[in-house]
């Protein structure tokens, strides 16, 4: 069984296996906890090929700052001989009438998980299994956006109990070559007429520069307030418009980019900020999370293939294996035919009552994609 590294050959050898009396398992209510595991939390998730940068402790910590609750926090740790080898940070809730447990920043995250050292995974499953169960007050553990080869699947497959998978968005995903390449994949006429797109925004003398770590907060609240004015008078996500968000966000991107984990791009026409893009980076890939840019922009040049080109040159600079533009299958990034990688949705289920609740969430599902015209989506 191969999970993105998480698999069994990686484990100790048996003659070093521990013994039980060396595994600890331990659940953390009280938020002061984030703060006092920052260093546990961060060097767990460096031993983690699967976790994604949603996975964090900059992301989570920063959500729960600015979304958390109060006693809601589950933080679910496994030790192995002291130290942490398995984390599933999540927080009590309500969903539907029913008391569930969810991920930490799941609704602001493109993917949820857990953390386990691939080292430790057979032992590292079972005891976070068992710290899980063991903790009262809720029916199912409810997973939205379950990327293949995650550490949720492995606990999923060893779930003693009742489980139920179901599709949820659809992610696309590029290879980390240079923009020449990508335009290769395409139709030859349809390429020529992308390169005399990036000439274009080459002779206008629109350049690119990242924003260094002091300056991010600063960066995030323009990166955001272009994003609003590019969506003005269009649809957007509501939570974009709300305080809350931008401070989350710039309060992550701070610790992500100290860390080398996110870079926030500016792009200046004539010395004005006119567009700017926050890309996340994680293990294995860059994520392009959020972006932005002045409305007449467009009429002037291709920004989405203008951002792509930094995109795929920022995932080459750091030796990742590609670009993903997170979640959605939108028009303007088929276009560039990515790969489809489709996340699933994972409900863990604890008592009897979480076969109702996963009755309901897959109807919920299933009636938004027949809106949509496609199964999937955030049910």
């Not at 398992?25 to 906890?33: L, S, T």
């Not at 003693?160 to 994949?185: F, H, K």
């Not at 390429?191 to 260094?212: F, H, N, Q, S, Y």
């Not at 709300?242 to 870079?263: I, P, Q, Y």
Request: with cysteine; glycine share 8%; charged share 25%.
């Amino acid at each position: 069984m191969s999970l993105s590294g998480l698999t069994r050959g990686n484990a100790a050898p048996a003659a070093f296996a521990p013994s039980a009396a060396e595994w600890s398992v331990e659940v953390h209510r009280d938020e002061q906890a984030l703060v006092g595991l920052a260093g546990e939390l961060r060097d767990l998730y460096d031993r983690c090929p699967a976790a994604t940068p949603f996975q964090t402790y900059e992301w989570l910590k920063a959500w729960w700052g600015w979304y958390g609750t109060s006693g809601r926090l589950r933080l679910a740790l496994v030790r192995c001989r002291g130290r942490v080898v398995a984390a599933a940070p999540l927080m009590a809730g309500v969903r539907h009438g029913f008391p569930v447990l969810l991920p930490l920043a799941g609704e602001q995250s493109d993917f949820t998980d857990f953390l386990i050292d691939p080292v430790y995974a057979d032992g590292a499953v079972r005891y976070l299994t068992r710290a899980l169960l063991d903790e009262h007050g809720w029916c199912a553990l409810d997973l939205r956006e379950v990327r293949p080869g995650s550490a949720a699947e492995l606990v999923a497959e060893q779930w003693p109990r009742r489980s139920w998978r179901m599709p949820s968005s659809v992610c696309l995903e590029l290879p980390a070559a240079g923009i020449d390449d990508v335009l290769a994949r395409l139709p030859r006429r349809t390429a020529g007429k992308m390169r005399a797109k990036l000439r274009k925004v080459d002779v206008r003398g629109i350049t690119v520069e990242p924003v260094p770590y002091e300056g991010v907060p600063d960066a995030v609240h323009a990166l955001v307030d272009l994003h609003l004015r590019q969506w003005r008078g269009r649809p957007v996500n509501p939570e974009h418009t709300r305080d809350r968000f931008r401070r989350h966000l710039a309060e992550a991107a701070s610790g992500m980019v100290r860390d080398g984990r996110a870079a926030v791009l500016q792009y200046r026409w004539d010395g004005r900020l006119v567009a700017a893009d926050l890309v996340l980076i994680g293990h294995r890939y860059v994520g392009a999370y959020l972006y932005g840019s002045i409305p007449d922009l467009r009429a002037s040049v291709d920004v989405s293939l203008m951002l792509l080109r930094e995109n795929l040159a920022l995932a080459r600079d750091r030796n990742r294996q590609g670009v993903s533009l997170l979640r959605g299958d939108e028009p303007y990034k088929l276009k560039w035919r990515p790969t489809p990688v489709q996340n699933q949705r994972i409900i863990l289920g604890r008592t009897a009552s979480a076969a109702a609740f996963a009755g309901l969430a897959r109807t919920r599902a299933h009636l938004a994609a027949r809106r949509h015209g496609r199964w999937g989506g955030h049910g």
